[in-house]
């Protein structure tokens, strides 16, 4: 791996610890994955926010495309949406799509491990639909992150597949 290689899925920092940084392949951009994620996924609500979830298998995932599956998938893909009659101006739905980023991205890796470890899982695709309509502090973002991420990793951890 060469230093500061971007397209590095498992990058590290120059003291050895992973680097948190968010990249192209953990973004959810295809039409085809979105749509079948609102079509066919299963819905976990922790106020403020209400996650969205599929997981798909090697075989879901080629499905999905019509030749080939893009390179840059990783096992984890998250979007986020702030709907627009929720939080009418702009500058606040980027304000929390910002916050709610800024949670995901520095608490995703434990979930990341139990996604990469299940076998039958190749992706996880995720929508976090934020539903307040006031601003909502990061430190409160932050905490509902943590719960709702390790609802998610209870689902997929290998205790409850059994």
Partial sequence: MAQGDPDTDNATSLSGTPRLTLRKGEKL?????????FAKGESIYE????????ALSEQDLRESFRDVVPSPISSLQMLITVP??????AVDRVLMRR????????????????VDNNP?????????VYIH????????????????????SDRFSPTNSA
């Fill in 84 to 89: 627009k009659k929720k939080r009418r101006k």
């Fill in 99 to 114: 916050r709610i980023r800024e949670a995901y991205r520095l608490n995703r890796l434990p979930l990341k491990e139990i």
């Fill in 47 to 54: 106020f403020p926010f209400r996650l969205t979830f599929r």
């Fill in 29 to 37: 951009r295809h039409r085809s994955l979105v749509d079948s994620l």
């Fill in 120 to 128: 039958a899982v190749a992706s996880l695709d995720m929508a976090f």
């Fill in 133 to 152: 309509d006031k601003n909502t502090p990061y430190a409160t973002i932050e905490k509902k992150m943590k719960v709702i991420l390790k609802k998610l």
